[in-house]
């Protein structure tokens, strides 16, 4: 059913039919990878879209992480960095620093942000590096095959956490958006998410006033976006946003942290 | 030349000062022992004279920033001194990859490990072979003095900039440390800027997004890239090779020796031809690319070559590499930081050359 859907928007007519809906020009033509059902390709055109929609493509630069989003700059179509995992926040600051006129953000998920990328993520924050830094929070590392991840919560099944995450052996779920929110260089610290419509529509608000407010020179804007995995959660796409709000939520509740003054 | 650019002083502030002159445009840096004040002075009087300064939270940050400041279309550099340059190795292959021009500089010291903050040259391997992964190089600079220590700067940048390549100044503790004159040469960095096109500058609608990583999923693909790398690597041993030759006309002995080796090599060939004993020196500047092919030609009329490191016997390995057997190579080194002196060094041309006048020489 759903390959012949596919096969008739392919090579449907849309003749004198009326465009109302249609990709940004700030997302290129190349098919997402991501798997069905999967945070990454929403989040990537929503933020894709607000780019477009403020005019501010020309003078925007991204950095992509290591993850599953590594590929970001293949659908961003705009200048884009690869950074090493976990130094986005470092090759951004870089950025910002020699074009402090353009407007420039970071794009990670939660091995790159809150594991091997942490000493990055809390000293860029606390600098108040003027740029947004957008963390995919979906608490397992997808791209290298399901492992556990530092935001994995408690009794969480990964690869590498088979019995479940015990505090004993792995710690605890580290809320990284409560710590960066402590210093006074973040102006604004929000967890979003993407499972739906209207969530989707509040990740737009955020994402709009984060650059307006790097505009403003305001400092660092942080948004987490608790997100899903289904094929690491091992679930349907139906089944994973389901599950992210009966047990992400709890432990990482949507919402602002912080807002500018 | 006016009055005002001849100074005494540190081989780091001498670099440092040079830097600012050569126009570079960000520092990404953190410190640490011997080389902290390219740090503090350009933190000064860099910022003062409109450089961006960042002291960062380690070296692997500054080299990330570097990364980022070099794809953004900056003059950058960083430096840092062995222990934090094995740190920034991740970063320096992704550089090399992405090919990024940038400056690094390591003021070495004794290692491994954390080591003594003495001067050694134990990271000649790192530096020349790799050190990172993947198949890389770096164009090397080995100056022997403060003054090099400013002039090499300039130098460097051109060639990151004419080769889209990293270069780094492999200098030491104590090159960084002592005082002596130095002269800053008129450079103009607006006549050296070259243009950038690849730069992430923010895209306007008239051109592809530029993209700068070191990402190429397919094998095939990632084969393309490296092709294209050697192909640079090869153009740079054929066009950037540099050395200093010091009484080899007449000599019987050859001595091979960098940086601050070089210093005291050149010392121990004064005092063994006090002593009747024809000997020469040459000097690689850049180790890579090396200086093969004159110190292959050269070898073919000695009696012996000796190679001076502050290390265990690292670049002794390309000069046996050059000479292929041709005549006996030596090595004499001191390790840990300790700087071997002039008499040392002679007395191990002494020991080559009875060993080496014998008509049945050994084997090595």
Redesign the interface.
Known sequence: MTQEILQDQDTASFEGMECVYERPGTL?EARFHYCPGCGHSVVHRVLMEVIEEMGI?????G??PVGCS??A?HY?????????HG?AS??????K???PD?FVFSYQGDGDLAAIGT??T??TCNRGENILMVFINNAIYGMTGGQMAPTSLMGMKTSTSPAGRTQETAGFPLKIADMVALLPGVSYVTRQSVHTPNAVRQLKKALTKSFGWQKEGRGTCFIEVVSNCPSGWKMTPIQANKWLVDNMFPMYPPGDLKVPA | MTVGDVRLMKGNEALAEAAIRAGC??Y?GYPITPQSEVLEYLADEGRKRGM?V?Q???E??SI??????A????R?MTSSSSPGVSLMM??IS?IAC?ELPCLIVNVSRGGPGLGTIQPSQGDYFQSVKGGGHGDYRLIVLAPSSVQEMAGFVYDAFDLADRYRNPVMILADGALGQMMEKVEFPAYDPAAHAVPKPWA??????SRP???????HMLAEQMEEVNHKLQAKYRLIEEHEVRYELLATDDADYLIVAFGLAARIAHRAVQVARAHGHRVGLIRPITLFPYPHAIIRSLAERMKGVLVVEMNAGQMVEDVRLAVEGRVPVKFYGRMGGVIPSPDEVAHAVEQMVGQTSDVSMEAH
């Open positions: 290129s493509a020309e003078n925007t630069i950095v992509a590594v590929f700059y961003m179509n705009i200048d884009m960095q690869e950074a090493a130094r470092a090759v951004a600051t870089a950025v620093r020699i074009h353009k000493a990055e809390i000293h | 445009q960000a990404f961006i960042l960062a939270e380690s692997v940050a990330n920033m570097v990364y980022g400041a794809g953004a279309g900056a950058v991740e970063g992704y992405a992430t500058t923010g895209k306007p609608a997004a530029n993209v700068i990583t070191s990402l």
